[in-house]
């Protein structure tokens, strides 16, 4: 009997067409299932098999700076919205996201992210790390930040934003947690609910290039340490 034929690879990145972004304000101004359904292989070529091609290019290109451990499969997160507990209740975001996990967990699990890409109508961004820790993660973000690896950390962060990247955590809290004393010295590190490394804007136009790629791995291999220090102390 013959073997099934592997998967075709994806074709090589070679860049968002110059015309795609006006997918995005168009869905914005129509919000239609119909609509969407008729321009759903639009969004596929124009958005979802480039963005696969980039993400497995970049994942080649960065999985040394992992290893031993090994990266998660490129994801390209679903256009529709979870609207069940929202007021709003539009069906589709006008974006495209998509991530390499830093090991097996999903995002929606917790992951850590070794590279998050966000284009789209409303804004565009690219980071690493874990947006939100979860009540295990945070317990051993505290333990570790307060303790020998948090100096560790501390110096990381230092360098990545001298080297120009925006570190931090997000919706903070506002006063060092219960346990630890009011002037640790990484008291502001202890207040995070997450933490993340955002990198410099994209040049303008690069997005429609195949140096996009360049550009990708370049700054997520500069973040790398950030991501494995997460790995090893928060999980």
């Known amino acids: 009997m013959a073997r099934p034929a592997a998967p075709a690879a994806p074709a090589p990145f070679a860049g968002f067409a110059k015309d795609a972004m006006q997918f ?3 869905l914005a101004a129509e919000m239609s299932k119909p609509w969407f359904d008729a321009n759903k292989a639009r969004y596929q ?3 979802v098999a480039p963005m696969t091609a980039l993400l497995t290019t970049v994942a080649a290109r960065l999985a040394p700076a992992y290893r031993p451990a090994a990266l998660g499969a490129p994801k390209v997160m679903r256009i529709h919205r979870d609207v069940r507990f929202s007021k709003d ?8 996201g998509a991530v390499i996990p830093a090991g097996d967990a999903s995002m929606a699990e917790g992951g850590c992210a070794a590279l998050y890409v966000h284009l ?3 804004e565009e961004f690219v980071g690493v790390g874990m947006y939100q820790f979860g009540p295990a993660a945070l317990t051993a973000w505290r333990a570790a930040v307060a303790g020998k690896a948090g100096a560790a950390l ?3 962060i230092a360098a990545l934003r001298q080297a120009g990247y925006t570190v931090g955590g997000h919706d903070d809290y506002k006063k060092v947690p219960k346990g630890f004393a009011e002037d640790h010295p990484r008291a502001a590190l202890l207040k995070q609910k997450g933490l993340t490394a955002m990198f410099p804007p994209i040049p303008r136009g690069l997005i429609h290039k195949p140096a996009f790629a360049d550009w990708l791995a370049e700054h997520a291999r500069a973040t790398a340490p950030l991501v494995t220090w997460l790995g090893a102390h928060v999980g």
């Open 24 to 26: 995005w304000p168009e």
């Open 45 to 47: 070529a124009q958005w």
């Open 89 to 96: 209740k539009t069906p589709y975001k006008t974006h495209i």
């Open 120 to 122: 789209g109508l409303d």
């Open 154 to 156: 501390a110096t990381r």
